[in-house]
């Protein structure tokens, strides 16, 4: 029986991980700031920034993706992702609204998958 071929997985999608958890990774360092100060922080935190910014250009300009589409997927996963690290990682709470806004913001994901 022979298998039904795999679809490839768009180039861009590598990318578009790489520019989130990049900021996702800034975002940890600038709590990390806020809670215990330290200019090397908020130096690191800049540099995964730069990063970021530097992968979305490549992606943007080689893979073919739109802005529109690319940068919706973008603040809904880093806002998706900096919620998940806010409740789970530092314990901060969510309002009944906040949470609806998060079930939305996956509901957008799955739509545009």
């Known amino acids: 029986m022979a298998l039904a071929p795999v679809a490839a997985i768009p180039v861009w999608v590598p990318f578009l ?5 990049l ?3 800034a975002d940890v360092i600038s709590k990390e ?3 215990h100060g330290g200019s090397w922080r908020m130096a690191l935190a800049a540099s995964f920034v730069v990063a970021g910014n530097l992968t979305w ?3 943007l300009r080689t893979s073919g993706v739109g802005l529109a589409r ?7 996963g880093v806002a998706v992702g900096a919620t ?6 530092y314990g901060e709470g969510l309002t009944d609204r906040q949470k609806i806004g998060a079930v939305l ?3 957008v994901l799955l ?3």
């Open 105 to 107: 913001g996956v509901l």
């Open 111 to 113: 739509l545009l998958g």
């Open 17 to 21: 991980a790489a520019v989130v958890t």
């Open 70 to 76: 690319a940068g919706l997927l973008f603040a809904v």
């Open 33 to 35: 700031f806020s809670l």
């Open 23 to 25: 900021d996702l990774i």
């Open 84 to 89: 998940l690290i806010g409740v789970f990682g």
């Open 57 to 59: 250009q490549f992606m």
